[in-house]
């Protein structure tokens, strides 16, 4: 005796993943949002670098190169994975020659930059092009000078570097001391305030006059010989570049009384 029965059986389709985009390429430090859909839930793999492992669109900034999975499942509970890869350019290795440099006010000198593709150079002020990789520089004042590189890949990166100029020695003031002063006297003080950017001072005497300490400063100490003379005592503020500005002080000597 036969009999027969039927049973239905329900295939349902794995669900149809995409990820969007599904390949990108960034610099270092960079990011971008990976968005999957056809599913209802998700879970990325690996979480290094994503912002979320259990959303729909992470925000990724890994460090290397990477290849992420995401499983998606949908309502029926079937499950499928597809994968979007991240390849991670390094930045460019900006160098700047020479790394820092010191001249006086009205000189020059050329910043050559290397490591990149196209360049970009600020502030513009004192700088003979802000697009070429080796400006001259003349800024009349210290100035930190950045320049941005790209490279082939678009990848920007930055790097600095000091130009110091020094500035030229101003704003003397009147030296002080005795303006007469007794032949064969010791210890005569003289000075003059600081003058500004001067770095080192030079004193210049009468005849007969001499620098018991002091000679490089601002200040000093003066002996008279008998025989000296009056004359008029100078000093110079110098900068690192050997400028200077002066101040001067016209001395009178009276001489020894006559022996009995």
């Known amino acids: 005796c036969v ?46 670098g994503l912002s979320c492992s259990g959303c729909a669109g992470p925000t990724a900034n890994p460090t290397v190169t990477t290849i992420y999975t995401v499983t998606g499942t949908d309502v029926n509970g079937c499950v499928n994975t597809t994968t979007a890869g991240i390849t991670i350019n390094p930045l460019p290795t900006i160098i700047i020659s020479p790394p820092s440099v010191t001249f006086c ?29 080796g400006p001259t520089a003349n800024p009349t004042v210290s100035t930190i000078y950045t320049i941005t590189g790209t490279d082939v890949n678009g990848c920007v990166n930055t790097k600095t570097i000091q130009v110091t100029v020094n500035p030229l020695p101003d704003a003397a003031t009147a030296i002080l001391g005795n303006t007469t002063v007794c032949a064969g006297s010791s210890n005569e003080s003289y000075f003059v305030s600081a003058i500004n950017n001067a770095t080192d001072y030079a004193w210049i ?18 002996s008279v010989a008998p025989t000296a003379s009056s004359g008029t ?19 009178t000597v009276s001489p020894l009384p006559d022996s009995a």
């Open 3 to 48: 009999n027969t029965k039927t049973v239905s059986v329900t295939v349902n389709p794995l669900p149809t993943l995409t990820i969007s985009p599904a390949s990108a390429t960034l610099c270092t430090g960079s990011s971008t949002v990976l968005t999957a859909s056809g599913a209802s839930t998700y879970s990325w793999s690996p979480a290094t």
């Open 233 to 251: 005592i100078t000093v110079y503020g110098i900068n690192p570049c050997g400028n200077g500005i002066s101040s001067s002080l016209a001395i």
């Open 205 to 222: 005497l009468p005849a007969g006059f001499s620098i018991n300490s002091g000679s490089n400063t601002n200040s000093i100490l003066v």
């Open 105 to 133: 006010v009205g000189g020059s000198t050329v910043l050559t930059a290397s490591g990149a593709n196209s360049y970009v150079w600020s502030p513009s002020a004192g700088l003979s092009c802000t697009n070429c990789p």
